[in-house]
């Protein structure tokens, strides 16, 4: 995970996460609308699964 991915994910969580697919832009979307620190969380932790 780089800083820039980081930032990224801390200013604009759904587009740190735009080349996870689908299902992982819309969760972040959603949570994101629901409150920005779910939504930066869901992001950090999405980008941090070692799977992909």
Same mark, same amino acid.
């Given at each position: 995970?780089?800083?820039?991915? %980081?930032?990224?994910?801390?200013? =604009? #969580? #759904?587009? *740190? %996460?735009?080349?996870?697919? =689908?299902?992982?832009?819309? +969760? %972040?979307? +959603? !949570?994101? =609308?629901?409150?920005? %620190? #779910?939504?930066?969380?869901? *992001? !950090?932790?999405?980008?941090?699964?070692?799977?992909?």
């Amino acid at each position: 995970m780089s800083f820039w991915r %980081v930032l990224l994910s801390i200013i =604009c #969580p #759904p587009l *740190a %996460v735009l080349d996870k697919g =689908c299902g992982s832009i819309l +969760i %972040v979307f +959603i !949570l994101t =609308c629901l409150g920005w %620190v #779910p939504g930066v969380i869901a *992001a !950090l932790i999405i980008l941090n699964n070692p799977k992909n």
